[in-house]
């Protein structure tokens, strides 16, 4: 059994932390905060040409046909950029869902676009994970839940409302709209958008906390005091070692995780919950010993450690905070709704149930 | 149209270098390469070539395992197919030693059109372009900003020095070494990456290309006798005070120098 990622998966992570490092440095995500839209439809149609959005598109509709496990590395570099583009939703939930769906016109009328660029599609949690959508003011398609049914929805058709977000790269709204039977386009399983929400906001948080770690070493390396540098004292090298030991366990987490829900397992609910909380709590940690090494410096607007110690936050709070999955996980194990092994564990004696 | 793209991987700008225990070169153990920063000009420039209209994009590098990943960028971002000249006999090659290796994968690959880097990052001699022009008998021009590329011919703009300018035709075939910032380079796609690994790569050893003995640490012409970081500057002021008597220090010894 192979458990590492592939050369190839890891010349598409490389590729694409190459792509965001010359063209969506930090400068870059600050200028969008000054934008109206806090979006940029040029920089989205970059994007697309090295094949971003289109990563889980079938090759049928023009897209790169892969799966989770590809998509997560990319997902990952994602955060680390702090990127301020809509990948979660239109990329890792949207497009799967649109498949998930079956809806041939539905599809044919959307994925290609979004492969090339030229779509951006929100979609709703669900009111048990939050009342907001993210990113609907340059949404071309809303995919919205109802009732048990998603519904397609024009943008033109509903009425937003902005609502206040900590992270200025967050763009939240509560959207009015009727569900109709001419918006109902099928069935899903809420819980695996749910999933797929989850599992890139862990992948994502990865970054963020590698980013956060990293700024903080270069901080703590160059910043002197009793004439030696700060990283070379106990209290904080310690500290930034805890933040890489949390940050590395979520990793193996969250690669279960998007192992689960490409193979759509039956534990994958349970591995994305453990894989959110845990990349949350990691990259939360990390923001917060960031804050600690910077010291007063960390505070300031012009320093940049605040882009990502606010994405850290944001994450954390979408496709279910850490006390949603947390409550999930213990459901899980409380009710036996899972069996053991979708723990990892097996009792002694106890017969294996079948594998997915 | 064939248009042969000479890359080399260096190490990446941002890795940190220590010296070999002989001080003739770095310790190349756990760096991290990338394609010489000129050297992606040149594939840049093949590229645009190649969305012109119909060209075939020949890549080749020289050295270890590690430049197949140099190799499969290059293919990612659209070059046909590429040649891997791996051989330990290769290893230390001067200038000289580097340019008969490429000469002879050009003998072998008859391109229309060469495309190098105008030097390499770690090197910088700057030396085999022209070289790799002469051995194969073709008219070359290095420090080029801007090439116009015909079916049979290619006008550039060059660098010179106190800025002026140069304008150059060649007949093809010919070598065109391309100065830092010529254009645009683009990114590789996911699609390409893919698509990559289906691409051949000619694996190549000195012996193959006709070069046995020739090449290589034993036929060096220039020898580096060893590289070092240079002591720090002596003569440096530590400025004192508080900051109002620092700046007014600063000031002080700015209007001395006649800056201000």
């Not at chain 1, 009793?226 to 193996?252: M, T």
């Not at chain 2, 969305?51 to 075939?56: I, L, N």
């Not at chain 2, 990612?76 to 040649?83: E, I, L």
């Not at chain 2, 006709?210 to 070092?228: D, H, M, P, R, T």
Request: proline content about 5%.
């Amino acid at each position: 059994m192979e458990f590492l990622f592939s050369e190839d998966q890891r010349m598409l992570q490389k590729t694409v932390r190459d792509f965001l490092e010359g063209e969506c440095p930090v400068e870059a995500v600050r200028a969008r905060w000054e934008t109206e839209s806090g979006r940029s439809l040029e920089f989205w149609k970059k994007l697309a040409e090295i094949g971003v959005p289109g990563l889980l598109v079938p090759e049928a509709h023009g897209g790169l046909g892969m799966d989770e496990l590809d998509l997560v590395l990319v997902l990952e570099e994602c955060g680390r950029a702090a990127l301020p583009e809509p990948v979660i939703a239109t990329a890792a939930v949207a497009v799967p869902l649109l498949c998930e769906l079956g809806d041939t016109e539905l599809q044919e009328a959307w994925l290609p676009r979004i492969a090339a660029g030229d779509a951006i599609v929100a979609v709703g949690a669900g009111s048990s994970i939050s009342p907001f959508v993210a990113d609907a003011h340059v949404a071309d398609l809303l995919l919205l839940p109802d009732g048990g049914a998603i519904h397609a929805v024009d943008p033109a058709a509903v009425s937003l409302t902005a609502q206040p977000a900590n992270d200025p790269s967050q763009k939240l709204f509560t959207v009015d709209w009727t569900p109709g039977p001419g918006t109902r386009v099928g069935t899903a399983d809420d819980a695996a958008s749910i999933d797929r929400g989850a599992l890139a906001c862990a992948a994502q948080q990865l970054g963020v906390g590698d980013r956060l770690i990293e700024m903080s070493v270069a901080y703590a390396t160059q910043r002197k005091q009793f004439g030696v540098p700060i990283g070379s004292f106990q209290a904080v090298k310690h500290q930034l070692a805890n933040c890489a030991v949390k940050v590395e366990y979520a990793r193996s987490l969250v690669y279960r995780a998007a192992h689960s829900v490409a193979r759509a397992t039956r534990c994958r609910s349970v591995d994305v919950s453990m894989a959110k909380a845990q990349a949350s709590q990691a990259a939360v940690f990390a923001a917060k010993t960031a804050l600690q090494v910077h010291g007063a410096i960390g505070y300031t607007w012009e320093q940049d450690l605040h882009v990502w110690m606010r994405r850290a936050w944001s994450l954390e709070r979408a496709w279910g905070s850490s006390t949603w999955h947390r409550r999930r996980i213990a459901d899980a194990v409380i009710d036996g709704a899972l069996p053991a092994e979708s723990f990892g564990y097996s009792a002694p004696g106890a017969p294996r149930a079948a594998p997915a | 149209m064939k248009v042969l793209v000479c890359l080399k991987q260096v190490p990446h700008s941002d890795a940190r270098l220590d010296i070999r225990d002989d001080g003739a070169w770095i310790k190349d153990d756990g760096v991290k390469f990338e394609i010489n920063s000129y050297d992606t000009y040149a594939l840049e420039q093949a590229l645009r070539v190649k969305d012109a209209g119909e060209a075939e994009v020949v890549v080749v590098s020289i050295g270890p395992d590690r430049v197949t990943q140099a190799l499969r960028t290059a293919l990612g971002m659209g070059a046909d197919r590429a040649v891997h000249v791996n051989d330990p006999e290769a290893e230390g090659s001067d200038p000289l030693g580097v340019a008969k290796i490429l000469a002879a994968v050009a003998a072998e690959e008859s391109p229309d059109l060469i495309l190098t880097g105008f030097m390499s990052e770690d090197g910088n001699f700057a030396a085999v372009p022209p070289m790799v022009a002469r051995l194969q008998g073709i008219p070359s021009a290095t420090a080029v900003v801007q090439c116009e590329i015909s079916d049979s011919s290619v006008r550039v703009e060059r660098e010179l020095e106190g800025g002026a300018m140069e304008v150059v035709d060649l007949e093809m075939p010919c070598l065109i070494a391309l100065q830092t910032g010529a254009n645009q380079v683009r990114y590789a796609s996911l699609k390409g990456i893919m698509q990559a690994k289906k691409k051949p790569v000619d694996a190549k050893t000195v012996a193959d290309l006709g070069l046995a003995g020739q090449v290589g640490a034993s036929a060096v012409k220039v020898v580096i006798e060893k590289i070092y970081r240079p002591d720090k500057g002596e003569g440096a002021e530590m400025l004192e005070g508080s900051t109002g008597e620092v700046v007014s220090q600063l000031v002080g010894k700015i209007k001395e120098l006649g800056l201000l």
